[in-house]
């Protein structure tokens, strides 16, 4: 073991110091407190684990404080470069809305945190922060002080297992114990039964049961106490503050009533009361464990890599195939898509994709890169660290940075309920309590603990999100990947669909490519090769297929121009790929076919010229989509297949040619001048202006890493003539979270009636909270899936 010290008293650890305790667990002689043992390759690093029996109290800095060693926090990190770091942190107490509410708020408690994202169903919080302003041992002390200390375990990090939580188990097991026994000692009480000996050992039985009620109370409702506690201190009220007042007020009220000798109390409604709160949250975490909707590698994620084998050829294959080892080639403009070692001489990568900020870093051969960065320029290949993490990717394409602004109705209506509901309980419950208390004081406490108990957000809250995360697995399924649950509703207020023409109505697959002019020799097959391989551009990737296989040649100062062309340098001879107005050639017939112009050291060679194959059922795709929408298309290339698509497309189709990607842009903007909400679906990469500025962008994806934060979903190619369906599917979901915040309105309405005129025991309104949460989330599950299998 490394020499240290101990956290508490300072004495030095070494191994005549300290005690074994049990297999990777030891405790310091001086204060008792046991540390758990870390093995981080060669350096063995540990931190304060429990209390044994004389420990002395556990100080939170002090616990933290092996969040110091810089090599420990490396591990735990998933990003870092600058001033830009990012941590996933397991919080095993994630359980309600407000929880979400006051995780995803962390930068109004803490200078330096930048953004905070919930994931719901792992019950993980992403923390983007400024390493330079805050540091990570900060961020997991404010956690824990405000009720939300995460799991932290470095060689569950390193397996990608979490520590299974069985503390709940345990506190039910308590409540119900607690519970059973008091309801049977209260039997006698319930009947009124007057027999001598009931009567005269009748204060024994009531102090036993006021005995039984101790861990229940104390043990089983900790939770309650600790978390409402901790949100008012950070002045942030969640829905456990009611909860806990409810199960206090109860409490005192019937100790009170044994002491007075006034009855028996409410001990048997107080331990059912916890009973059924925590086997309703117990029912909680398993419904959603049930219906998870986080999106894994079954729902298909459509995006591929180019990966060198052990021979030097290459082939594309799904992300979630790469494997720790494979050898990478990154494109321009491509997303690095898993942590990795640069093998290429020089890389020029931009991280805005995970920091928002768009300033290329230099990366030199043996550096490492992280996923999510974007190589500009020349293609690159690298070492993969580890397999790709497919939430992580996710996540770095919902961040806020590239959020479009656009109104988000539900997310307004959660975040106030989330926000003002539990003020507004308390003045409701209070405002009760004050009514009844003049007319019958067992009324007025029952009403008070019934009216904070069978009120609950979570129903209410929780529509938009699990009917969201629903359709968001459903449409993975089917091949859809959206960027997040914002762009369904976004999809069911579109009115007018813009088309791409190369790359998306046409396939990258079928087209016939023929050549005009001059013969290449070997060596210049070689060159031009070499210089389309690292474009991915839909023509390029062609052509680059369409090529004899050439040897791999150094490229410099490769440019790739959108709408214009390639222009590199490759093996000291300059080559110019593109339009013919990008190499300043006037070309006759440059209105009737896609064409690719070619230039080398200078000389004009010739053209290929692309004779495009169209997606199979793209006429009766645009018939559908016409009956509801306005379908337009729009091409960069000249107008020659103008009367192909006039006979292929339902009348009154607008078909704009010579359109730059600039052009693109502008033509989108000024649709939505018109009001109109526009859906650009396009080729990702090279469509990228025109997919940010529509208020919904779809790439369409076929064999190419398309990942990019312009485009709000990735449709796979074989799924195109079912846009329609989606479409519908995205507005049936609007109408279920319709019917859900209805019924849950209703629930809260009616629930909150019964309760404050007196008609609802605190018992009933503990199994009917959790209740109307289940209900609802399986109601919009149910009603997800039902309009799925219709459309």
Known sequence: MDTNNC????????????????????????????????????????????????????????????????SIVSKLLDFQEDATAIVSLNIPH???????????NLQRLQQGINTSQVNFPEKTVRINYNPKMVSLKTIVNLLSSIGYEPYISLENYESGKTKVDRTLTYKLGVAFFCFGNIMLL??????????????????????????????????????????????????????????????VVMFIRSTFDIIMNYGSGFFDSLTGLIFFMLLG???????????????????????????????????????????KGDRLLIRNQELIPVDGILISNKAEIDYSFVTGEAIP???????????????????????????????YLTQLWSNDVFQKHVDQKHKTITDNISRYFTPILLLIAFGGFGYWIFFNANTAFNVFTAVLIVACPCALALTA????????????????????????????????????????????????????????????????????????????????????????????????????????????VNVRIGSAEFLDYEDHLKNEQTT??????????????????????????????????????????????????????????????????????????????????????????????????????ISIAENVNVFSPACDAILDASQFRKIDAFLRLSKNSITTIKMSFTISLLYNVVGLSFAITGNLLPLVAAIIMPLSTITIVS?????????ARKV
């Open 281 to 323: 949250k117990m029912f909680q975490i398993k419904t959603y464990s049930f219906l998870s909707f986080e999106r894994d590698f079954k729902s298909y994620f459509p995006v591929a890599i180019t990966k060198i084998n052990s021979n030097l050829s290459e082939e594309s294959i799904p992300i979630y195939e790469v494997k």
């Open 186 to 247: 209260s039997f006698p009480e319930y009947f009124e039964v007057n027999e001598f000996w009931l009567d005269q050992y009748r204060d024994f039985f009531r102090w036993l049961i006021f005995a039984l009620s101790l861990p229940s109370f104390f043990y089983s409702a900790s939770g309650y106490y600790v978390s409402a506690y901790k949100s008012i201190r950070s002045k942030m009220l969640n829905i456990d503050i009611p909860i806990a007042l409810g199960i």
């Open 94 to 104: 994630i359980h309600c809305s407000s929880c979400i509410w006051i995780l995803e």
């Open 779 to 787: 109601f919009v599950t149910l009603m997800s899936n039902y309009y």
């Open 465 to 572: 999100p699990f009917t969201f995360g629903n359709v968001l697995r459903i449409l993975g399924k089917k091949k859809l990947y959206l960027k997040n649950a914002l762009v369904i509703e976004q999809l069911a207020k579109v009115d007018t669909i813009v088309f791409d023409k190369t790359g998306t109505i046409t396939t990258n697959k079928k087209s016939n490519i023929s050549y005009v002019g001059t013969q290449f020799s070997a060596d210049e097959n070689t060159l031009i090769k070499n210089a389309l391989r690292a474009s991915n551009h839909p023509l390029s990737r062609m052509l680059y297929n369409y090529l004899p296989e050439a040897p791999k040649q150094e490229v410099r100062n490769f440019e790739e121009i959108s709408g214009k062309g390639i222009n590199a340098v490759v093996n000291e």
């Open 7 to 70: 956290f508490h008293c300072g004495l030095e650890f070494n191994n005549e110091i300290v005690i074994a305790f049990e297999e990777k667990n030891f405790c310091c002689q001086g204060c008792k407190t046991v540390y758990e043992i870390f093995s981080l390759n060669d350096m063995t690093c540990y931190y304060d684990f429990e209390k044994s029996p004389g420990a002395t109290p556990i100080d939170i800095q002090g616990k933290y404080d092996f969040l110091d060693n810089e």
């Open 361 to 391: 870093i230099t990366k030199n051969s043996g550096d490492k890169v992280f996923a999510g960065g974007k190589q500009i320029g020349q293609v690159i290949e690298m070492e993969v660290l580890h397999s790709v993490s497919q939430s």
């Open 596 to 697: 690719v112009h070619i230039k080398i050291d200078g000389i004009y060679y010739g053209k290929f010229c692309f004779n495009n194959e169209y997606r199979e059922g793209l006429s009766a795709l645009f018939e559908k989509l016409s009956k509801n929408y306005q379908v337009k298309v729009l091409s960069g290339d000249n107008e020659g297949e103008r009367a192909v698509l006039q006979n292929l497309l339902p009348q009154g189709t607008e078909l704009v040619f010579n359109q730059k990607p600039e052009q693109k842009l502008e033509f989108i903007k000024k649709l939505q001048e018109r009001g109109s909400n526009v859906m650009m679906v396009g080729d990702g990469l090279n469509d990228a202006g025109a997919l940010a500025q529509s208020n919904v962008g």
